[in-house]
T-cell receptor
Framework: DQQVKQNSPSLSVQEGRISILNCDYTNSMFDYFLWYKKYPAEGPTFLIS?????DKNEDGRFTVFLNKSAKHLSLHIVPSQPGDSAVYFC????????????FGKGTSLLVTP | EAQVTQNPRYLITVTGKKLTVTCSQN?????MSWYRQDPGLGLRQIYYSMNVEVTDKGDVPEGYKVSRKEKRNFPLILESPSPNQTSLYFC????????????FGPGTRLTVL
C-alpha cells in the first residue's frame, strides 16, 4: 500500500509564477521528508528536506512546508523557471526503524515561458 | 568528481539468465540503496545497506539479492530474472543515511524477455 501519495501526476505553471507540489502520507511514524527532482535520462537529485521538528524549510527559490496534523507536505517553487520542468518525487522515512525510504509516484512539472 | 556509477546502463536479457548490475561510489559513503522506477509506481526501494556487510530489505526485495563486501560497491543480483523485473534501476548513496543527501546513479534500463 502506497504510504506516500502524490495525487497530481502533472502540473503546468507559467514562468515566474508559483509552483505548488503536494504530497500526503499515511504513516504517522514518518519523521523525515525529502523532495527529489528528476530530469529524463538522469538519476534523481536531492532538492530539499525537512525534519518533523520543523514546519518549514527554505532553500533559495524552494520552500517545503510540513503539516503534521494533516500528514501533508508541499513544495513551493517561487518564481518558477523553465529549467524547473522535471518530475518531482516526495519521499518519507521513519528514522527510528531503519533506513527505508518511501517515495511517492512523482509529479511532472512543466513550466511554460 | 564525486559520483555514483552503474553498469551496464542498458541491458536486454532473457528469462532465467543470471545477471548483476554493478554500482560504485567514490565518496566513501556508508549508506547505499537500490530502487526501481516503473510507470505509475514511482520509485520503490529494493534493498539498502547501512555499511559493509549490513544490508536490509526495502519495499520490493523479491527476486533480488545484494551484497556489500566493500564500502564503495553495492551490486544488485538477479539470480533468475523474469519479465516483471523489466524496469529502470537506480543506485544511490549517502554519507550517513537518509538525513544526508542521497546521490543517485544515472540508471540502468533492464529488459527481460
Amino acid at each position: 500500500d502506497q504510504q506516500v501519495k502524490q495525487n497530481s501526476p502533472s502540473l503546468s505553471v507559467q514562468e515566474g509564477r508559483i509552483s505548488i507540489l503536494n504530497c500526503d502520507y499515511t504513516n504517522s511514524m514518518f519523521d523525515y521528508f525529502l523532495w527529489y527532482k528528476k530530469y529524463p535520462a538522469e538519476g534523481p537529485t536531492f532538492l530539499i528536506s525537512i525534519s518533523s521538528i520543523k514546519d518549514k524549510n527554505e532553500d533559495g527559490r524552494f520552500t517545503v512546508f510540513l503539516n503534521k496534523s494533516a500528514k501533508h507536505l508541499s513544495l513551493h517553487i517561487v518564481p518558477s523557471q523553465p529549467g524547473d520542468s522535471a518530475v518531482y518525487f516526495c519521499a518519507a522515512s521513519e528514522s527510528n526503524s531503519g533506513y527505508a525510504l518511501n517515495f511517492g509516484k512523482g509529479t511532472s512539472l512543466l513550466v511554460t515561458p | 568528481e564525486a559520483q555514483v556509477t552503474q553498469n551496464p546502463r542498458y541491458l536486454i536479457t532473457v528469462t532465467g539468465k543470471k545477471l548483476t548490475v554493478t554500482c560504485s561510489q567514490n565518496m566513501n559513503h556508508e549508506y547505499m540503496s537500490w530502487y526501481r522506477q516503473d510507470p505509475g509506481l514511482g520509485l520503490r526501494q529494493i534493498y539498502y545497506s547501512m555499511n559493509v556487510e549490513v544490508t536490509d530489505k526495502g519495499d520490493v526485495p523479491e527476486g533480488y539479492k545484494v551484497s556489500r563486501k566493500e564500502k564503495r560497491n553495492f551490486p544488485l543480483i538477479l539470480e533468475s530474472p523474469s519479465p516483471n523485473q523489466t524496469s529502470l534501476y537506480f543506485c544511490a548513496s549517502s554519507f550517513k543515511g537518509l538525513a544526508d543527501t542521497q546521490y543517485f546513479g544515472p540508471g540502468t534500463r533492464l529488459t527481460v524477455l
